[in-house]
Nanobody, 125 residues
């Protein structure tokens, strides 16, 4: 069983940066899993923010975060990161990391089958 634990959330002012981390533990061949970061704001559906392939060679971003967020991974540490720069109030949400253990890449939320518990990011304007 693989477990994902996010960390790094917090309360920041608009324009600030945060770095989220997601550590995987348990029986895992981490480099085989596609990983993604998602977020869910109050009253809104969960949406994909960024995704990265198993070995890190492919990444994708939602239009709303392109140029501001960067996803990366360190397979030696079983960890995926989300560097968030120039945050604004619209980025306020609970951020989740997730793994698709059946594929090394996915852009489809429903294909992710292992989820962390989430970490709150609040951006004050």
């Amino acid at each position: 069983q693989v477990h994902l634990v996010e960390s790094g959330g917090g309360v920041v002012q608009a324009g600030a940066s945060l770095r989220l981390s997601c550590a995987a533990s348990g029986r895992t061949t981490f480099s085989m899993y596609g990983m993604g970061w998602f977020r869910q704001a109050p009253g809104k559906e969960r949406e994909i923010v960024a995704a990265i392939s198993g070995r890190g060679g492919r990444t994708g971003y939602a239009d709303s975060v392109k140029g501001r967020f960067t996803i990366s991974r360190d397979n030696a540490k079983n960890t995926v990161y989300l560097q968030m720069n120039n945050l604004n109030a619209e980025d306020t949400a609970v951020y989740y990391c997730a793994a698709d253990h059946r594929s090394s890449w996915s852009w489809v939320l429903q294909e992710y089958d292992i989820w962390g518990q989430g970490t709150q990011v609040t951006v004050s304007s």
